[in-house]
């Protein structure tokens, strides 16, 4: 038997605000269903599926919960094969940065941030 990883839910304040922001970062919509009950958006990485985000509009008590899904600790990595042009292409769309991007031994990784205050790094690692 073989599992697999598929999605991970992320809660959202707004489907259409989430799926502008995360595909600023390359992510695509690979499912968008609308409900009853609720609409399923499923977001993944162009040839990298089934992994990806659920996005799950928080109601209710959920909504206190946006954004702190990982705690003090970064909800993703994404990994690039060119940290600082990624960070220019980045930044030109208006994705908010935590600094510049940093070297250390074989990475450069810059941190951002999602409109929830989610903190996704973003890494290349180069071969050595």
């Known amino acids: 038997m073989t599992n697999q990883l598929g999605r991970f839910t992320l809660l959202v304040r707004s489907y259409d605000e989430a799926i502008d922001f995360y595909s600023r970062l390359g992510f695509e919509v690979i499912h968008d269903t609308p409900g009853p009950p609720h609409r399923f958006v499923h977001l993944g990485m162009p040839g990298?599926?089934?992994?990806?985000?659920?996005?799950?509009?928080?109601?209710?008590?959920?909504?206190?919960?946006v954004g702190k899904q990982s705690g003090e600790h970064p909800l993703?990595?994404?990994y690039t094969d060119d940290g600082?042009?990624?960070?220019?292409?980045?930044t030109a769309t208006g994705v908010e940065m935590m600094g510049e991007p940093v070297t250390e031994g074989s990475s450069t990784y810059f941190h951002v941030i999602d409109p929830y205050g989610n903190v996704i790094v973003i890494v290349e690692q180069q071969e050595g």
Do not use: C, N
């Not at 990298?48 to 919960?65: H, I, K, M, N, S």
């Open 84 to 90: 600082r042009a990624e960070y220019e292409r980045l």
């Open 48 to 65: 990298q599926t089934p992994v990806g985000l659920w996005l799950w509009e928080a109601t209710g008590d959920q909504a206190d919960l």
């Open 76 to 78: 993703l990595v994404i």
